[in-house]
């Protein structure tokens, strides 16, 4: 099993800058990729980033390109994203998560491990 525990996040006017951080625990040999989520009030949880373990390759979404960055800290088991010029409609609930097979993933159902998510909220 690995658990993953996210921080970081918090209330931010538009136009700021906030960076997530997630450590992974437990059986994290295994790590293939890892993904930044986030799901808003009313709406299904969507893909933002993800990073793959072994080389550092980055993907996202083209709704944070350019304003995201996602990475990596190998020796502290621990992935960031880094999110600046922030819009409202960036307010979530992030989620940082894991996937242990290979091949790629963007679609929440292709990980299967979760953190429990932090609240990223900003003001207009």
């Known amino acids: 099993q690995m658990q993953l525990v996210e921080s970081g996040g918090g209330l931010v006017q538009a136009g700021g800058s906030l960076r997530l951080s997630c450590v992974a625990s437990?059986?994290?040999?295994?790590?293939?990729?890892m993904g930044w989520f986030r799901q808003a009030p009313g709406k299904e949880r969507e893909f933002v980033a993800r990073?793959?373990?072994?080389?550092?390759?980055?993907y996202y979404a083209d709704s944070v390109k350019g304003r995201f960055t996602i990475s990596r800290d190998g020796a502290q088991k621990t992935v960031y994203l880094q999110m600046n010029s922030l819009k409202p409609e960036d307010t979530a609930v992030y989620y940082c998560a894991a996937r242990d097979y290979s091949g790629d993933a963007y679609r929440s159902a292709e990980y299967n491990y979760w953190g429990q998510g932090t609240q990223v909220t900003v003001s207009s």
């Open positions: 437990g059986r994290t040999f295994s790590t293939r990729l």
């Open positions: 990073i793959r373990w072994t080389d550092g390759s980055t």
